[in-house]
C-alpha cells in the first residue's frame, strides 16, 4: 500500500537552516544541535530540501 508522508524535515539549501516538525504544535521548529540553534540566515528566502523528493510547488 502507498501512503503518503508528509515530510518532518526540512534543510534549507541556502543557509543550511534545518527544521523539524513538531506533531503537538503543528508547527515547524529549528533544530538545535548542541547549544547552537541550526537558524540558518534570517534574511534568507530559504530553498527548502525536505527528504530529498517532496515538492510543495509543482512545476
Ligand atoms: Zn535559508
Redesign the pocket.
Known sequence: MTKLVPPSERT??????HDVWDDETDSWQIVVDGEQKEA??PF?????DINGNYSPLAE
Open positions: 534549507c539549501e541556502r543557509c543550511g537552516r540558518g540566515n534568507c528566502l530559504h530553498e527548502w
